[in-house]
């Protein structure tokens, strides 16, 4: 059994920095792929990015070279650098750890945490 819990959510100013961070607990070392989406009010949720157990990384457009994320595999945790926010960055965001335990497949969410870009 594996879960999630994000931190690091707030209130910023456009051009501003924040830095999230997924922590999962339980069997962490089953876990294969981190991500994290985002859901802005009256928006379908989106990947913002996605790590794999290798480190390769996916990020969506609208945040690449803005946004990184880090993975530690050893202690199941990903973080998410967020630098030049902008107001269309404020959203939910979410983490989902996905993998095998046991022969079955899972995918587990956090809670999700709220970033907001406003002055």
């Known amino acids: 059994q594996v879960q999630v819990a994000e931190s690091g959510g707030g209130l910023v100013q456009p051009g501003g920095s924040l830095r999230l961070s997924c922590v999962a607990s339980g069997d962490v070392h089953s876990i294969d792929a981190m991500g994290w989406y985002r859901q802005a009010p009256g928006k379908q949720r989106e990947l913002v990015a996605a790590?794999?157990?290798?480190?390769?990384?996916t990020y969506a457009p609208s945040v690449k070279d803005r946004f990184t994320a880090h993975r530690v595999n050893a202690n199941g945790t990903m973080y998410l650098q967020m630098n030049s926010l902008r107001p269309e960055d404020t959203a939910v965001y979410s983490c989902l750890a996905g993998g095998n335990y046991g022969g079955d497949t899972f995918g587990v969410w956090g809670q999700g945490i709220q970033v907001t870009v406003s002055t």
């Open positions: 790590v794999s157990t290798g480190g390769s990384t």
